[in-house]
T-cell receptor, first 113, second 111 residues
């Protein structure tokens, strides 16, 4: 049973560029959440997708956008990259309803130069 | 005031010690509480989750929630060097599926 998978594992971009990160949820899960984790900090919630709709959004600018596909996989897009966007981006999947226990992937480490 | 506060440590203990990790939170309406373990450069791994108040035990790990004090704890008995990691407390927001994390406590267990 595959867990949450994310790609790529590591990415280097320059300021102003755009990036797309991908996530496949754990088998049987239908909800995907994205988090940003800066070095030495806890993850910060970006948004959550369920039934291909953004269900909840954290305090992130519109440069951060996402999408969920019919097979429940998801993408995170970040436009006009800033140096401060350098972080570990984590995807978590869960089953909608009940405790909504979230399981995380290994993350994509984004470096913006 | 942050919604979830966690002492970042670092915390260093000898092998076999009992470890106590703690978080406080601000919203008394929170119901679901989790502890994650994160090894260096890896994603968080779910250790335990608790609904409402009380204790939950799993092997060497015990999670405790005190809603009257808005305080959650994770105890690790007979700590091992393999327990060396960052421990994150997380609380599920009542408005949706968002998890609110503490800063994480870095734990080092010395042989």
């Amino acid at each position: 049973d595959a867990g949450v998978t994310q790609s790529p594992t590591h990415l280097i971009k320059t300021r102003g560029q755009q990036v797309t990160l991908r996530c496949s949820p754990k088998s049987g899960h239908d909800t995907v959440s994205w988090y940003q984790q800066a070095l030495g900090q806890g993850p910060q919630f970006i948004f959550q997708y369920y039934e291909e709709e953004e269900r909840q959004r954290g305090n992130f600018p519109d440069r951060f956008s996402g999408h969920q596909f019919p097979n429940y996989s998801s993408e995170l897009n970040v436009n006009a990259l800033l140096l401060g966007d350098s972080a570990l981006y984590l995807c978590a999947s869960s089953l909608f309803g009940g405790p909504d226990i979230q399981y995380f992937g290994a993350g994509t480490r984004l470096s913006v130069l | 005031q942050k919604e979830v506060e966690q002492d970042p440590g670092p915390l260093s203990v000898p092998e076999g010690a009992i470890v106590s990790l703690n978080c406080t939170y601000s919203n008394s309406a929170f119901q679901y509480f989790m502890w994650y373990r994160q090894y260096s450069r890896k994603g968080p791994e779910l250790l335990m989750y608790t609904y409402s108040s009380g204790n939950k035990e799993d092997g060497r790990f015990t999670a405790q929630v005190d809603k009257s004090s808005k305080y959650i704890s994770l105890f690790i008995r007979d700590s091992q060097p393999s327990d060396s990691a960052t421990y994150l407390c997380a609380i599920r927001d009542n408005q949706g599926g968002k998890l609110i994390f503490g800063q994480g406590t870095e734990l080092s267990v010395k042989p």
